[in-house]
């Protein structure tokens, strides 16, 4: 084959391996239906909290894993960890459907934490005038038969303002609500 008919196509296939692998870096959407279930049941105090609106991180952020569960509680929540740190490897993109009355706007990180920057605190309370802050939540690791979910949730208000835990949740007569279960946890708070 000539040689000006070999270099277009070594270009081209070139052109297409790079544009692969830059969207690969990209979140993938998180279609887990029951993990939207599972935010909609711990954002429900925030529906009474006094902001209007949520500010929600559209990817997902996970938190390095501290839950340390003894004896019987490892046999209930132990495979809901172990998925928890295989899916929160990488950031998911959360879409729109959260089970929650109050109004939400997904916002991605770059723009959180450009309008977050220190000193900037007032730009972030311009663009989300309602709201107390945002909030992050990691991919949800469940048990086989997703009764039992294990999920960090993080809020930001600025600074030295915030907090985050895990959430140990089991489903109940078709509802998700907080698990009691033994053992270690850790949180922070600022």
Not at 8 to 22: D, E
Not at 136 to 151: C, I, M, Q, R, Y
């Amino acid at each position: 084959m000539p040689l000006h008919f070999i270099l277009p196509l070594i270009s081209s296939l070139l052109l297409y391996q790079s544009s692969a692998v830059s969207t690969d870096n990209q979140p993938k959407p998180y279609e887990d239906a029951e993990a939207y279930e599972v935010y909609g049941a711990i954002l429900r105090p925030w529906q009474v909290a006094k902001a209007k609106s949520l500010v929600i991180r559209s990817e997902t952020k996970g938190y390095k894993m501290c839950l340390r569960p003894d004896g019987e509680s490892e046999k209930i929540i132990g495979q809901a960890i172990s998925q928890y740190v295989k899916l929160n490897e990488k950031n998911w993109l959360l879409k729109r459907g959260l089970s929650i009355k109050k109004p939400y706007v997904l916002a991605p990180f770059d723009k959180l934490r450009s309008a977050l920057k220190p000193g900037s605190g007032e730009n972030f309370y311009k663009q989300y005038p309602n709201s107390s802050g945002w909030i992050e939540l990691s991919a949800v690791g469940f048990n086989a038969d997703k009764t039992v979910a294990v999920v960090y949730m993080g809020h930001h208000c600025g600074g030295l303002c915030g907090s985050g835990g895990f959430h140990v949740l089991q489903k109940k007569d078709g509802k998700w609500a907080p698990l009691t279960w033994k053992g270690s946890s850790c949180s922070w708070e600022a």
